[in-house]
C-alpha cells in the first residue's frame, strides 16, 4: 500500500501538468497579439471561446481544384470546337466533340456534386475566438474579437479572422 500510493501521487502530478487545448490555444493566441500588437502593453485578454476543430473545405483540396481545373480546359477545347465548327468542313464532327465534351463536364460537375456531399474535412488545425482590448497606431484604445486558426500543434497562428 506504501508502493501504490506515491505512485498515484506521481501519476497524479504527472498528469495535472499537461495543459489542456484550451490553455495551450490561449496561451499561442496571447503570444501572437504580444508579438503583433501596435502597442502590446495595452493589450488585454478578455475572454476566450473554447477551441474548435478547424477543417479543410472541399474547395481547398487538390481533388477539388484539379476537377474544376479539368472543366476549365475542356471548356478552352470546347470554344476552339466552336471556332472550327463555324469556320472549317466537318461540322457534324466539330459538333459531336462538343457534345463529348459536354457530356465530360456534366461528369466532372456530379462528382464535385457527389465529392462535396460525402467531404468529411480534413483537419487542419484548430480555431478559438479571442475577445480583447487593443490599442491602435494611434494609441487609442478598444475591445475587438477575433476568431484565431492555429496550427495542429498549437504553436502558431495561421490565420487571423477579424469579427
Known amino acids: 500500500m506504501n508502493r501504490i500510493c506515491p505512485l498515484f501521487l506521481l501519476l497524479v502530478l504527472l498528469s495535472s501538468c ?70 472549317v468542313e466537318g461540322r457534324e464532327y466539330h459538333a459531336r466533340q462538343v ?18 456531399k460525402e467531404f468529411k474535412g480534413i483537419q487542419e488545425g484548430w480555431t478559438i475566438t479571442h475577445t480583447y482590448i487593443k490599442s491602435d497606431e494611434k494609441g487609442k484604445t478598444f475591445p475587438d474579437r477575433s476568431t484565431f486558426v492555429l496550427n495542429r500543434d498549437f504553436t502558431k497562428v495561421m490565420q487571423v479572422i477579424d469579427k
Not at 457534345?99 to 462535396?116: C, Q, S
Open 18 to 87: 499537461n495543459h489542456s487545448n484550451d490553455e495551450k490555444a490561449q496561451e499561442c493566441v496571447k503570444n501572437y497579439c504580444t508579438d503583433n500588437f501596435f502597442n502590446p502593453e495595452l493589450y488585454q485578454p478578455i475572454s476566450f471561446d473554447h477551441v474548435k476543430v478547424y477543417n479543410q473545405e472541399y474547395e481547398e483540396t487538390d481533388d477539388y481544384k484539379s476537377m474544376v481545373g479539368r472543366i476549365k480546359w475542356l471548356g478552352h477545347q470546347k470554344d476552339s470546337l466552336y471556332i472550327l465548327m463555324y469556320h
Open 99 to 116: 457534345d463529348t465534351i459536354d457530356k465530360k463536364i456534366e461528369d466532372i460537375n456530379a462528382n464535385l456534386k457527389a465529392g462535396k
